[in-house]
């Protein structure tokens, strides 16, 4: 068991994981996980959260401390952001492809479309602003006479499965900011406050750059003892994830036997849970699939020479199995900036601007997650997007996703906007929480991937790969 690579440490504990929380809910033993194996999975995303804040610091810093040529940040920070804004693009309309296709929201039983088309008629009706997505009138249909009745008689027709105000409430703060708000938020107030939240990665990391330029611009031995400090507190923390990652197995393990206990009582209810949504499930992981197992490692493998598609995998699974169990791109990060610069071969000057800034922009999981939810929600309401409705999704998530914080469903909040950008009810959203947290870990390790990916691709370009 020891000379067992830990990635395959890793899928072990995900794999037992996941049997014992079956056993745990067929045997009644949920309360027990919850109180006592649970708390161990918080206390893995915890140590990996306080450990990323101040390597991404302390990385980023070094990094740009170590470039001779100022000039030459501009470049990388170019090409950095327009790759990772190809990729998005390429992410949704992935997802809006496979969705058109596949239709997942034809498979819902046509009587209860019918009822989800009357009470979004409804909600248009009582919403100021809003108009109908497309020509259709079932209210005044006298077919539908009875099923109209029927909704409108019931008190509970608009009413939410799931208390979404916070989540409406967050959305509708990011949606009234003015144009240039992203900006302003970049730059931090107070860079200790920043430091302390893991939701102002963005501030972290123009705080860095600043510094580590401004570590360039002044003499050499006014900068040297700055630079061998961040330097050694750098290496403190790379090591504080090598000593964390040798418990990976065991807290993988005690993360995903909470997650499922804490989504049913039975495995029962657990495979009723995706049944009710399953040709959205599918839906969606057959596009997070292609972006892991199609896109990132042909791209990579076409350009990088030398790199097969198992020697890829191999290199980065680590970070990509830690990215599923955690759900969270800013908890992984430490371990994916291990991957690259280890296995990958990226240089440290790349992978520590490259990857923290992916871990805050990047996000194709989610961005290909909010098309795919968008569209097979109009679906299963009987509502026809057009050509241009669903650009504007491919706009409007592209732009949402940079501004996802890089923690569990922060891709629910941003959903609310895409929603609201095509006239939808936002209240939707909903629907899909009973699996969203399954499918968060899957699109996490999207956004991991592409991460990795694009660092790679960069260090490649810039001469600084080792092959």
């Not at 909470?258 to 495979?271: L, T």
């Not at 996703?401 to 095509?422: E, R, Y």
């Not at 990795?452 to 691709?457: G, Y």
Request: proline share 5%; charged share 15%.
């Amino acid at each position: 068991m020891k000379n067992l690579p830990l990635h395959v440490k890793i899928i072990i504990g995900l794999i037992l994981g996941v049997i014992y929380a079956f056993i745990s809910s067929a045997m009644g033993w949920n309360e027990f996980t919850i109180n006592w194996i649970d708390p161990f999975g918080t206390i893995f995303i915890r140590l990996l959260k306080f450990i990323a804040v101040p390597l991404v610091l302390f990385s980023i810093i070094s990094g740009v401390s170590g470039l001779s040529d100022v000039t030459k940040l501009g470049r990388l920070g170019a090409k950095t952001l327009g790759t990772y804004l190809v990729t998005t693009v390429i992410a949704v309309g992935v997802g809006l492809l496979l969705v058109n296709v596949i239709k997942p929201g034809d498979y819902i039983d046509n009587d209860q479309r019918v009822k989800n088309r009357i009470t979004y008629e409804l909600w248009v009706s009582e919403t100021s602003g809003v108009k109908p997505k497309d020509d259709k009138d079932f209210l005044s249909d006298p077919q539908y006479a009875d099923v109209v009745k029927e909704v409108t008689d019931d008190p509970n027709y608009s009413a939410p499965k799931t208390d979404i105000s916070d989540k409406m409430a967050a959305a509708a703060e990011t949606q009234d900011a003015p144009p240039l708000q992203f900006v302003v938020d970049m730059v931090p107030e107070n860079i200790i406050v920043s430091i302390s939240n893991n939701k102002l990665m963005l501030q972290v990391i123009f705080f860095a750059i600043f510094f580590g330029i401004t570590l360039v611009l002044v003499p050499s031995e006014k900068a040297k003892p700055v630079i061998d400090f961040i330097d050694g507190a750098n290496e403190v923390f790379l090591k504080m994830v090598e000593l964390v990652m040798k418990a990976a197995p065991f807290f993988v393990f005690c993360l995903l036997a909470g997650v499922i206990a804490k989504m049913a009582d039975s495995p029962a209810e657990v495979f009723e849970i995706f049944k009710g949504l399953g040709s959205y499930s599918i839906t969606l992981v057959l596009g997070l699939a292609f972006m892991i197992f199609i896109f990132y490692p042909l791209l990579a493998v076409l350009f990088i020479k030398d790199l097969s598609y198992k020697q890829f995998f191999k290199n980065i699974s680590p970070a990509q199995f830690l990215a599923f169990s955690t759900s969270s791109s800013a908890a992984t990060l430490p371990v994916t900036m291990e991957c690259v610069e280890e296995n990958m071969g990226v240089s440290k000057n790349i992978a520590s601007f490259v990857l923290p800034v992916g871990a805050t922009v990047n996000m194709d999981g989610t961005s290909l997650y909010q098309a795919v939810a968008v569209v097979f929600l109009a679906q299963m309401h009987l509502v026809d997007l057009t050509l241009a409705q669903q650009l504007t999704i491919v706009l409007t998530a592209t732009l949402a996703s940079i501004g996802a914080a890089a923690v569990p469903s922060a891709g629910l909040i941003m959903m609310i906007i895409v929603l609201q950008s095509v006239g939808l009810n936002p209240a939707w959203i909903a629907i899909i929480f009973p699996v969203d947290r399954i499918l968060d870990m899957c699109r996490t390790v999207v956004n991991v991937t592409g991460d990795a990916t694009v660092a790679t691709l960069i260090a490649d370009s810039e001469g600084e790969l080792k092959k």
